[in-house]
């Protein structure tokens, strides 16, 4: 069975850095788009970042300028990288692949394969 596995997250003051690393065993990889998806409590998940298979990269507004999501489908792992946290990027981070991509969406419905979560806090 595929699975993405994530790993990365953590505690942080505001203007601080994490990198979160989403890694998966399926040789298949570099034919997903991935993306990462987050969920604030109390509130329903949204989009934060997509690579596509041709390496295309896509942002929520909120975050362009301060994340950077990329991959290596050499050893089969997505990565988000992010700088000057806030406190309003708290929540859990999820990393998702569309494993049968058309176009990059940011539909979390698009999406066929989930991590389990990681949990991102930025303290103020």
């Known amino acids: 069975q595929v699975q993405l596995v994530e790993s990365g997250g953590g505690l942080v003051q505001a203007g601080g850095s994490l990198r979160l690393s989403c890694a998966t065993s399926?040789?298949?990889?570099?034919?997903?788009?991935m993306a990462w998806f987050r969920q604030a409590p109390g509130k329903e998940r949204e989009f934060v970042a997509a690579?596509?298979?041709?390496?295309?990269?896509y942002y929520a507004d909120s975050v362009k300028g301060r994340f950077a999501i990329s991959r290596d489908n050499g050893r089969n792992v997505a990565v988000l990288q992010m700088n000057n946290l806030e406190p309003e990027d708290t929540g859990i981070y999820y990393c998702?692949?569309?494993?049968?991509?058309?176009?990059?969406?940011?539909?979390?419905?698009?999406?066929?394969?989930w991590g389990q979560g990681t949990q991102v806090t930025v303290s103020s």
């Open positions: 690579i596509g298979r041709y390496f295309g990269t």
């Open positions: 998702a692949g569309d494993l049968n991509p058309d176009f990059v969406t940011t539909n979390s419905y698009e999406y066929d394969l």
């Open positions: 399926d040789s298949a990889f570099s034919t997903y788009n």
